[in-house]
């Protein structure tokens, strides 16, 4: 690459320091070096994967398109493309660019891998599993591959073959905590081999923290299985504990969110707000507490023909977030200051993003529970749009939060007394919005669905301004690929094991029953 000692040097140290994850430090390297190297490909493609490392999306799009201007088939510059499509949530041009980069490098895993995530995100699941599958056969020895390729043959619902791919992952590397988790969950361990094999990863993994947590929620959810709920809830104690101590993360700051946004968002902006609403009635949006039957009415809604499960969708949180700020403000200060064209934005934003995941269905659900922060975006925006609000017992929500290990967000479920302070935050904004928008908002109750499913699920459908369908009920073994936390519990249909659950752990959740009454 370089003409002069000293920058195959500075180049050598700026790789090494990648591969260490110091992409601050490889990165100004790079810059140093970039006026003589502008013109390489190689130089160009460490300098951008490390832009990306550092979240300087940007830069790192011109050099890609830096290097595809040198080497029009250059593979590395479609992957770091598609990486900053994933970061920017332009999922349909990640697909395209990582498309690209299978395309010019059909034996790479981490091109097929980086497809399959891009097409799992825009729910095409099977499309996601044939790559997997092929990443799988390149490289036979590395079990996160086939970890990948189990996660997403687990929401296609293909048990069996999931449970075998988890299982291989665990053969070539028996500290798979993500494989074990989802063994426990899916109620496949053997309670004399697998508990002895987990039990020596806990050792193994002590200086993991991120791996152990997951390791202690597969044991919490294994002992309740076998209904040994003490040893259960001391798992889950401490699993909770060692995720809450890697966040910086404080349950006040929601709290002050949701109490700005409620003080915002007055019987007086919504009416001037709702003067430029939008037509639209295609979206449909289940909001609620995490774990409060969100996927259930979801999974209810998507047997119908003519709606489509869109899963949890970040679009309208990005919509606000691109088109709201204004000036210093953002949201929710910033929507006293919206204008027509603001909210048009918003508009056309969402519906371009729902359209890109699905553009032939009349109606697509969006159950993002977090949604519920911007009820007020979505009434003025859309106001003929169904809205469908989960609510279950306040214990057991918060019980359900506490023993799930999400991907991403939710930090105020890792301890007891931020789940009782976000949940009353919540409560308090939900009442606000009810005496805003009143019937426009239908109250689910979870346990009345699981007890009377077809009146519940009929009560939903005439919301929805749909026709009732028997398929609304029956959809145990309805198509469609199901990504949350519960994806197994909604695939065994409806029934009624699960409530009340909090009073197998009772003697152990005192905060949540005084917090909560």
Not at 430 to 447: C, K, P, T
Request: a neutral charge; aromatic letters at 8%; hydrophobic letters at 40%.
């Amino acid at each position: 690459m370089a003409r002069h000692a000293k920058d195959e040097d500075d180049f050598r140290r700026a790789a090494a320091m990648q591969n260490r994850g110091d992409s601050a430090g490889a990165f100004a390297l790079y810059r140093k070096l970039y006026p003589r190297h502008q013109k390489s490909p190689e130089f160009l493609i460490h300098m951008a994967i490390a832009a990306v490392g550092l979240g300087k999306h940007a830069r790192a799009r011109k050099l890609a398109q830096s290097i595809l201007r040198l080497r029009p088939d250059a593979g590395s510059a479609h992957n770091v493309l598609g990486i900053v499509a994933l970061n920017e949530k332009n999922v349909p041009a990640a697909i395209k660019h990582f498309h690209d980069f299978v395309a010019s490098a059909p034996t790479s895993v981490e091109a097929r891998l980086n497809l399959g995530e891009a097409l799992n995100k825009n729910k095409r699941a099977v499309e996601a599993a044939v790559h997997q599958a092929r990443a799988c056969e390149l490289a036979p020895d590395r079990a996160d591959v086939f970890y990948a390729h189990a996660t997403t043959l687990l929401a296609l619902g293909q048990l069996k073959q999931a449970v075998q791919q988890f299982r291989h992952a665990l053969s070539l590397d028996p500290n798979c905590a993500g494989a074990w988790k989802m063994l426990a969950e899916l109620r496949q361990l053997d309670a004399d081999s697998d508990l002895k094999a987990m039990s020596e990863s806990l050792d193994r993994l002590k200086d993991d923290h991120e791996a152990l947590a997951k390791m202690h929620f597969a044991l919490a959810t294994f002992f309740e299985h076998q209904k040994k709920y003490d040893q259960s809830f001391s798992h889950l104690d401490r699993a909770n504990h060692l995720v809450r101590a890697s966040l910086n993360y404080d349950v006040a700051h929601d709290e002050q969110l949701m109490g700005n946004i409620a003080t915002t968002f007055t019987a007086e902006l919504i009416e001037r707000l709702s003067a430029t609403s939008q037509d639209s009635k295609r979206p449909i949006f289940i909001v609620g507490m995490p774990r409060s039957g969100t996927t259930l009415v979801e999974r209810i809604l998507a047997g119908h023909s003519d709606v489509y499960g869109g899963g949890e969708l970040s679009y309208m949180a990005d919509a606000v977030a691109m088109h709201g700020a204004r000036g210093p403000h953002s949201y929710p200060h910033s929507a006293r200051k919206w204008t027509q064209n603001t909210q048009h934005a918003i508009a056309k934003s969402y519906l371009r993003h729902i359209d890109d995941l699905c553009p032939d269905s009349p109606r697509i659900t969006d159950k993002m529970p977090s949604n519920f922060l911007y009820l007020g975006v979505i009434r003025t925006v859309f106001p003929h749009a169904a809205i469908v609000h989960c609510r279950r017992n306040p214990v057991d929500t918060c019980l359900g939060n506490f023993r799930q290990m999400f991907t991403t967000g939710q930090h105020f479920s890792y301890a007891m007394d931020d789940l009782v302070r976000y949940y009353t935050a919540y409560q308090g904004l939900m009442n606000h919005w009810r005496s805003l928008f009143g019937d426009a908002i239908l109250d689910v109750q979870y346990e009345d669905v699981v007890q009377a499913p077809e009146d519940l699920a009929r009560r939903i459908i005439k919301h929805c301004d749909l026709d009732w369908q028997d398929g609304c009920v029956n959809f145990k073994t309805s198509e469609g690929a199901i990504y949350t936390a519960s994806a197994t519990q909604v695939r065994d249909g409806i029934h009624t094991q699960f409530l009340e659950r909090w009073r197998k752990y009772e003697a152990h959740i005192q905060p949540l029953l005084d917090g909560l009454g």
